[in-house]
């Protein structure tokens, strides 16, 4: 089992930076891939980032690369998505999610463990 606890959510303006944060819990969180998704009003969660789990591959949504960076550091046991240039689109319920198999994907059904999410809020 793996718990999951997300935090560093806010409101933040438009072109402002923030950093989120996934503390794991529980056995085998450094030799699983770890992913990020969100969900917005109204819409169905989706996928926005992925880490391998020694950390050496990731990749991205398109509507985010380029601005927001996953990293992993699994002596802390923690991941990190450093979202920067933010635009009011990116305003989501942001969830961490784990899986058992050390590559990442983007398939929310290939993760058998999630946070609770922490919410973004952008103003424009």
């Known amino acids: 089992q793996v718990q999951l606890v997300e935090s560093g959510g806010g409101l933040v303006q438009a072109g402002g930076s923030l950093r989120l944060s996934c503390a794991a819990s529980g056995r085998s969180f450094s030799s699983g891939a770890m992913g990020w998704f969100r969900q917005a009003p109204g819409k169905e969660r989706e996928f926005v980032a992925t880490?391998?789990?020694?950390?050496?591959?990731?990749y991205y949504a398109d509507s985010v690369k380029g601005r927001f960076t996953i990293s992993r550091d699994n002596a802390k046991r923690t991941v990190y998505l450093q979202m920067s240039s933010l635009k009011p689109e990116d305003t989501a319920v942001y969830y961490c999610?784990?899986?058992?198999?050390?590559?990442?994907?983007?398939?929310?059904?290939?993760?058998?463990?999630w946070g609770q999410g922490t919410q973004v809020t952008v103003s424009s």
């Open positions: 999610a784990a899986r058992s198999s050390g590559s990442g994907n983007p398939y929310q059904s290939q993760y058998s463990y």
């Open positions: 880490i391998s789990w020694t950390g050496g591959s990731s």
